[in-house]
């Protein structure tokens, strides 16, 4: 009986399939099973456009003037406009008076507050002006100003910022001309009438300087009390003679020189023709 057990078992492990046969087998049921589960899986990928919007902003633009614009005798005009982009809902001005350094005057208009006097559209064109002034009467150290929009495209602004290149401590006394004759008639008064301005100090005295004539003869006015004083106090002045009849046209100069009492001075000067 053992020996037929034997035989059996003998017969069976010969006949059996190879350890390469399993091996092979077992590839081919893997390869089934991966190619069964890429026919059956379905991938989808949904894709969503989104249409950008292109707003188109408010453009603002500024007048801005140079350093040389704040000083005394110069023009000084400041102008801003603002053409609007989409959907305008506010703009802001702000601004420094002439003569401090801080924002203290500002307004600002919204399509809520102003729905009259502004069009609250596209492309209206807002402006208007902040200073206009022909002739500064003193200097000034410091200006200011900007304007913010705000509309569908965002927040936009633009500055205007302008330094003085004065020296402060030491702008000396200004005399102007406020009358000079071209020609006088010999044996009339030739007068010469001036402004003279403080700056930096108090005016301290007047030198006058004359040619073709005599000295003794001219009559000027520098009282003291006239002089005057520091921080742009000003004083109407003037020099004049009675002109000699000579038997020939004549040139009449008016001189004058204004001091401080730092010593910083300005002169000026009159010609007058005197005519027979």
């Excluded at 009559?219 to 109407?236: A, F, G, H, K, T």
């Amino acid at each position: 009986m053992k020996k037929i057990i034997t035989l059996f078992l003998v017969i069976f492990i010969s006949c059996g399939p190879s350890e390469e046969e399993i091996q092979a087998r077992i590839d081919n049921a893997v390869e089934q099973a991966t190619s069964t589960t890429s026919s059956t899986t379905t991938s989808s990928t949904t894709t969503t456009t989104i249409e950008r919007v292109e707003w188109t902003p408010s453009e603002i633009n500024l007048t801005c003037p140079s350093s040389r614009n704040l000083n005394m005798g110069e023009e000084f005009n400041i102008n801003w406009s603002v053409k609007f982009g989409h959907n305008p809902r506010s703009y802001t001005v702000m601004y420094t008076e002439l003569g401090t350094q801080e924002i203290i005057e500002y307004f600002t208009a919204t399509s809520e507050l102003d729905p009259v006097f502004t069009t609250w559209e596209k492309d209206f064109l807002e402006k208007s002006s902040l200073y206009t002034v022909d002739e500064l009467p003193k200097d000034f150290k410091y200006f200011y100003y900007s304007v913010e929009v705000k509309d569908s495209a965002g927040s936009h602004k633009q500055e205007c910022e302008i330094n003085s290149s004065l020296d402060f401590d030491n702008l000396p006394p200004v005399i102007n001309s406020i009358s000079c004759p071209d020609t006088v008639k010999q044996g009339e008064r030739a007068q010469w009438d001036i402004e003279v301005i403080s700056r930096t100090n108090d005016v301290s005295y007047i030198e006058y300087e004359t040619i073709a004539m005599d000295f003794d003869d001219l009559i000027i006015q520098n009282d003291e009390d006239l002089m005057p004083e520091r921080d742009y106090r000003y004083s109407n002045l003037y020099v004049y003679w009675d002109t000699s009849k000579k038997s020939v046209d004549y040139n009449i100069v008016f001189k004058a020189t204004v001091y401080d009492t730092k010593g910083l001075n300005t002169s000026l000067a009159c010609g007058v023709r005197a005519e027979r």
